[in-house]
């Protein structure tokens, strides 16, 4: 039995697009909500390889996606390189800031794995149980992104700490970037080692970056992980994310050698279409606000979507995070929509 995530991927056609929704587990689920709190943490949730395994199964027993992605965090990379890290509920993760060239050179590489071992576990368990039709995708925080939260502590509406410092001391920032670069490409071959199919990189703040700026903090970085983990991996399919890149995208396709890549909302899809399409398989990009609000106006943008893209890979997703307040039946009646449709 193949599995039509990872079909599409390859560049083959399909009966219908494949499907998955980023943050399909989480707090829209009721037995997640129970499972956090058994947990005693969402940290404590990512480091427990039976629980993270467990959560990421709940979306696909009440409706079966064509993938499930590795439940985790992106900010699990500072935390292995020495950065307190604690997630408050309703206000989101917390870090000592990283504002200083000490700051960073205290931070070490030394024991990534050992502290990231419960996750590697975590995909090798859901590798052996999600079956013959659903793909598993690792996944990792592009350097940039987890820069932002790095250097500012906490995330923020314009990333304004770490865009400062790029500008004020770009040989220092680097320094930050490229470790990031090295443990980010060390993390993912080893996802791939215990069982991951395909690897997507959020992005999720490149949208923030000029064009000179998003070359250098987003594109460079990112060519350079995927250069490293294909010199294992030549097969490997790896999704980028720069969530907000806009007209930058096709650049960032052609320079960083990524298989596919996710879109956000904010792209109109005519656009993404004939200049993103044309290049790779797509992923996205239905408004998660729609899937909250449901009914008719759900349906119809669904097959808008469908309509659009079929004539290239694609495989439908959200263009960002299902949101907490998402009635689950919502998540099943989309399911149906792009289950029920036939190229
Ligand atoms: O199904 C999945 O997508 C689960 C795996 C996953 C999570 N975070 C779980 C999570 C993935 C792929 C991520 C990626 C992630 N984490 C990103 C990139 C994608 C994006 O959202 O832009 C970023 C920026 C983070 C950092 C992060 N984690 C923030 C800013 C927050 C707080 C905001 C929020 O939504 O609460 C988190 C928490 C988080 N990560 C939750 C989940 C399920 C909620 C935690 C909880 O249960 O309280």
């Given at each position: 039995?193949?599995?039509?995530?990872?079909?599409?991927?390859?560049?083959?056609?399909?009966?219908?697009?494949?499907?998955?929704?980023?943050r399909q587990?989480?707090?829209?689920?009721?037995?997640?909500?129970?499972?956090?709190?058994?947990?005693?943490?969402?940290?404590?949730?990512?480091?427990?390889?039976?629980?993270?395994?467990?959560?990421?199964?709940?979306?696909?027993?009440?409706?079966?996606?064509?993938?499930?992605?590795?439940?985790?965090?992106?900010?699990?990379?500072?935390?292995?390189?020495?950065?307190?890290?604690?997630?408050?509920?309703?206000?989101?993760?917390?870090?000592?800031?990283?504002?200083?060239?000490?700051?960073?050179?205290?931070?070490?590489?030394?024991?990534?794995?050992?502290?990231?071992?419960?996750?590697?576990?975590?995909?090798?368990?859901?590798?052996?149980?999600?079956?013959?039709?659903?793909?598993?995708?690792?996944?990792?925080?592009?350097?940039?992104?987890?820069?932002?939260?790095?250097?500012?502590?906490?995330?923020?509406?314009?990333?304004?700490?770490?865009?400062?410092?790029?500008?004020?001391?770009?040989?220092?920032?680097?320094?930050?970037?490229?470790?990031?670069?090295?443990?980010?490409?060390?993390?993912?071959?080893?996802?791939?080692?215990?069982?991951?199919?395909?690897?997507?990189?959020?992005?999720?703040?490149?949208?923030?970056?000029?064009?000179?700026?998003?070359?250098?903090?987003?594109?460079?970085?990112?060519?350079?992980?995927?250069?490293?983990?294909?010199?294992?991996?030549?097969?490997?399919?790896?999704?980028?994310?720069?969530?907000?890149?806009?007209?930058?995208?096709?650049?960032?396709?052609?320079?960083?050698?990524?298989?596919?890549?996710?879109?956000?909302?904010?792209?109109?899809?005519?656009?993404?279409?004939?200049?993103?399409?044309?290049?790779?398989?797509?992923?996205?990009?239905?408004?998660?606000?729609?899937?909250?609000?449901?009914?008719?106006?759900?349906?119809?943008?669904?097959?808008?979507?469908?309509?659009i893209f079929?004539?290239?890979?694609?495989?439908?997703?959200?263009?960002?995070?299902?949101?907490p307040q998402?009635?689950?039946?919502?998540?099943?009646?989309?399911?149906?929509?792009?289950?029920?449709?036939?190229?």
């Amino acid at each position: 039995m193949s599995k039509r995530f990872l079909e599409i991927l390859k560049g083959k056609k399909t009966d219908r697009p494949a499907f998955w929704f980023m943050r399909q587990a989480g707090r829209y689920l009721p037995e997640y909500m129970e499972k956090r709190k058994e947990a005693g943490s969402f940290l404590d949730l990512c480091y427990n390889p039976e629980f993270a395994i467990e959560v990421t199964h709940q979306p696909l027993r009440r409706n079966k996606m064509d993938a499930a992605i590795l439940f985790s965090d992106i900010l699990v990379i500072p935390h292995a390189l020495g950065q307190d890290l604690a997630f408050q509920v309703g206000k989101g993760p917390v870090l000592t800031p990283i504002d200083s060239l000490s700051k960073l050179n205290a931070l070490s590489i030394d024991h990534l794995h050992e502290c990231l071992s419960p996750i590697y576990n975590t995909v090798k368990g859901l590798s052996s149980t999600l079956g013959q039709e659903t793909a598993l995708i690792g996944f990792a925080g592009a350097p940039w992104t987890v820069a932002t939260y790095m250097v500012q502590g906490h995330g923020s509406p314009d990333q304004a700490a770490a865009r400062s410092w790029a500008y004020n001391d770009p040989s220092v920032f680097q320094k930050l970037i490229d470790l990031l670069v090295e443990a980010t490409s060390s993390y993912l071959i080893r996802q791939v080692d215990h069982g991951a199919e395909a690897l997507q990189l959020f992005d999720s703040w490149s949208g923030s970056l000029p064009e000179k700026e998003f070359e250098r903090w987003c594109i460079h970085p990112t060519a350079k992980i995927i250069q490293n983990i294909r010199a294992i991996y030549p097969d490997i399919p790896i999704i980028g994310f720069p969530k907000g890149a806009g007209a930058k995208y096709p650049n960032f396709i052609k320079e960083t050698g990524v298989t596919a890549v996710s879109i956000d909302t904010s792209m109109p899809l005519e656009w993404a279409r004939d200049h993103i399409q044309s290049l790779v398989p797509i992923q996205g990009s239905l408004d998660p606000l729609l899937l909250a609000a449901g009914g008719d106006a759900l349906e119809k943008e669904a097959l808008r979507i469908l309509d659009i893209f079929k004539d290239g890979g694609h495989i439908f997703n959200l263009g960002h995070g299902i949101v907490p307040q998402t009635p689950p039946e919502h998540v099943e009646q989309l399911s149906k929509i792009i289950r029920d449709y036939r190229y």
